[in-house]
T-cell receptor, first 112, second 114 residues
Framework: AQSVAQPEDQVNVAEGNPLTVKCTYS??????LFWYVQYPNRGLQFLLK??????LVKGSYGFEAEFNKSQTSFHLKKPSALVSDSALYFC??????????FGKGTKLSVKP | DAGVTQSPTHLIKTRGQQVTLRCSPK?????VSWYQQALGQGPQFIFQ???????QRGNFPDRFSGHQFPNYSSELNVNALLLGDSALYLC?????????????FGSGTRLTVV
């Protein structure tokens, strides 16, 4: 069965420091992977996706993600965190019929 | 930017009632999917509509039903509401069934069942 795991419920980072939000996946075949961000009482905003090609994917707002096939991981990264990055982050994989399968989410807290 | 539009934004219903939520997809998108996001959880797939037909369905009871119109807009209907149906309902649109070009989400409808 296809699944996504986000092992950390919360990640705390100081402003200006690099951040990493972890995601591992389990799929048959080649994965289509996504990161979304959700601000309080809002829908999901697309950050980036991996379909094929370079293992380092660049996305919106300075975020990037590294696809690692051997470790079945797709960690979200940013070189320098902002307070405004504080939000809920979801990793997702595309299911066999085109639906998205989400992780449970990781709350990112960036302190000044 | 004509993104995904959902209505209403908030709704309060009583147990046993029925509710209809609406979604207009992003311009150029022809596939609409619905997700339920309970508090503190990731979104869970309800079903997907393409060419006015339900194409696939997640693990949700028959109380959850939907419809897609010729203009690609969609409705989600929930009958016999339970307290556990309280959640944020998200609509996502994409181009073609497999979503190769990505999915765009609306801001959601917050349903509270009392």
């Amino acid at each position: 069965a296809q699944s996504v795991a986000q092992p950390e419920d919360q990640v705390n980072v100081a402003e200006g420091n690099p951040l990493t939000v972890k995601c591992t996946y389990s799929v048959s075949g080649n994965p289509y992977l996504f990161w979304y961000v959700q601000y309080p009482n809002r829908g999901l905003q697309f950050l980036l996706k991996y379909i094929t090609g370079d293992n380092l994917v660049k996305g919106s707002y300075g975020f990037e993600a590294e696809f690692n096939k051997s470790q079945t991981s797709f960690h979200l990264k940013k070189p320098s965190a902002l307070v405004s990055d504080s939000a809920l982050y979801f990793c997702a994989v595309r299911g066999s019929q085109g639906n998205l399968i989400f992780g449970k989410g990781t709350k990112l807290s960036v302190k000044p | 930017d004509a993104g995904v539009t959902q209505s209403p934004t908030h709704l309060i219903k009583t147990r046993g009632q029925q509710v209809t939520l609406r979604c207009s997809p992003k311009s150029g998108h022809d596939t609409v999917s619905w997700y339920q996001q309970a508090l503190g959880q990731g979104p869970q797939f309800i079903f997907q509509y393409y060419e006015e037909e339900e194409r696939q369905r997640g693990n949700f009871p028959d109380r959850f039903s939907g419809h897609q119109f010729p203009n690609y807009s969609s409705e989600l209907n929930v009958n016999a509401l339970l307290l556990g149906d309280s959640a944020l309902y998200l609509c996502a649109s994409s181009y073609l069934l497999r979503g190769t070009y990505g999915y765009t989400f609306g801001s959601g409808t917050r349903l509270t069942v009392v």
